[in-house]
């Protein structure tokens, strides 16, 4: 099970930080990865991380704004998103890929379990 937590409503510009608590997997077992959908658009990828934890990717649209972050011992995923803009209004999902790809992947299909999501909001 996958449970997304710390979305909300905040100003263009501010700071939220995304959690994503696993039960039933082990992270560093797997890759993981954040994913978002606003409304009337397709799912797209936001960030991901190998399941040895150094190796991160990003969409350029989030580059030098989110981090990705995962601490193991509590087996919690992080998104730490900094800067943010109106178009980064969506829902957020967190999904494993239980072939852990590595280099990690931001498509979508190719992730097997995901969260309900936490859905972000970034208006003045």
């Known amino acids: 099970q996958l449970v997304e937590s710390g979305g909300g409503l905040v100003q263009p510009g501010g700071s939220l930080r995304l959690s994503c608590a696993a039960s039933?997997?082990?992270?560093?077992?797997?890759?993981i990865g954040w994913f978002r959908q606003a409304p009337g658009k397709e799912r797209e990828g936001v960030s991901s991380?190998?399941?040895?934890?150094?190796?991160?990717k990003y969409a350029d649209s989030v580059k030098g704004r989110f981090t990705i972050s995962r601490d193991v011992a509590k087996n919690t995923l992080y998104l730490q998103m900094n800067s943010l803009k109106p178009e980064d209004t969506a829902r957020y999902y967190c999904?494993?890929?239980?072939?852990?790809?590595?280099?990690?992947?931001?498509?979508?299909?190719?992730?097997?379990?995901w969260g309900q999501g936490t859905q972000v909001t970034v208006s003045s």
């Open positions: 039933g997997f082990t992270l560093g077992s797997y890759a």
């Open positions: 991380i190998n399941a040895g934890g150094y190796n991160a």
């Open positions: 999904a494993i890929d239980s072939r852990s790809r590595n280099p990690p992947l931001l498509v979508p299909a190719e992730y097997d379990y």
